[in-house]
């Protein structure tokens, strides 16, 4: 993967909310088998579903609770001026975001037939609040449906390679395409329909959060299909390439954040009843499919065995 060093990167589609966030929930911890309520509204790339108390809070609190961040540095750090912006996780992590965004907005509207509405990430440290409570580091990024919001500590992409083997760069991009997936959801009304399903059959619960999981990893691969063609404001790349080893990188987080490999890094015995996020096979082979297609009319995971 190169990205394009002359590409602008448009910080406004980021909140640098570091240092003013807030936070204070435990548990959730990586893995959708790894604690936390099982209804997948809140999205989040390893089992960051958030706990009952925390999603009912957010239906009360409102939106934008982690303030308004200061962008100060991180326009300064990230603008052309800077030579070295790309060395930068919070310049790169904002050029994902360009690109990912930048190809949704076209393709959402000639694949669903639905316009897109951009939404920020917030990056924040420790902790943070949102729409849909209070957020510790400990949940790993997560989608906030109630503010439309993407949540990350960058800290989260060194236990990633530390902790669950994926050093590869490439999965970054594949974490902030799989939240941003769950934006698509959002918006397509999808994870409306999976709730209301939710409620009407607790008992698939789990199965229909996996389901919605994996749709986000195949849409996370459709975007990769396509990260090449993605284009600043003034119509420069974004990426100057894409090769198969950042696509394997991909497939390499895609597994170690399996529930099955969670559930075994954890000392517990692998149970698919406790599956909220799929395994590592299946979340290899619906990024896969997202990839080999390009297609997001592709990605229903929702017919037939998941």
């Not at 965004?101 to 951009?118: N, S």
């Not at 390439?241 to 991909?250: F, I, P």
Request: glycine fraction near 14%; charge should be negative.
């Amino acid at each position: 993967m190169t990205l394009n060093e002359n590409a602008d990167i448009d910080t406004s589609q980021v909140t640098d909310a570091r240092g003013s966030g807030s936070g204070g929930l435990g548990g959730g911890g990586f893995g959708g088998s790894g604690g936390g309520f099982p209804i997948p509204v809140g999205g989040g790339l390893l089992g960051t579903l958030l706990v009952l108390g925390l999603v009912v809070a957010g239906m009360f609190l409102g939106p934008k609770l982690y303030g308004d961040g200061d962008n100060g540095a991180i326009n300064e750090t990230c603008s052309t001026a800077n030579p070295d912006r790309l060395q930068n996780a919070e310049c790169r992590n904002a050029l994902y975001i360009n690109s990912i965004q930048a190809y949704w907005q076209r393709a959402a509207p000639e694949t669903f037939g639905q316009p897109y509405q951009k939404s920020d990430t917030v990056f924040f440290s420790q902790g943070v609040n949102t729409a849909c409570g209070a957020a510790d580091s400990g949940v790993g990024p997560f989608y906030c449906p109630l503010d439309k919001l993407v949540y990350i500590d960058l800290s989260f992409y060194d236990e990633l390679a530390t902790r669950f083997g994926a050093k590869g760069q490439f999965a970054q991009p594949y974490v902030l395409a799989h939240e941003y997936g769950h934006h698509l959801q959002n918006l397509l009304g999808t994870s409306d329909q999976v709730r209301r399903q939710q409620e009407r059959d607790p008992n698939n619960a789990n199965e229909l959060s996996v389901r919605l999981e994996l749709q986000a990893d195949c849409l996370a691969g459709v975007w990769a299909k396509h990260a090449t063609e993605t284009t600043d404001a003034k119509g420069q790349p974004i990426f100057k390439s894409l090769t198969q080893e950042d696509v394997n990188q991909a497939l390499e987080a895609a597994a170690a954040i399996g529930d099955d490999m969670i559930q075994k890094k954890s000392g517990r015995p692998v149970d698919e009843s406790q599956f909220t996020h799929g395994s590592s096979a299946q979340r290899q082979q619906w990024f896969n499919n997202g990839y080999s297609s390009g297609d997001g009319k592709r990605c229903d995971t929702f017919s037939g065995a998941a």
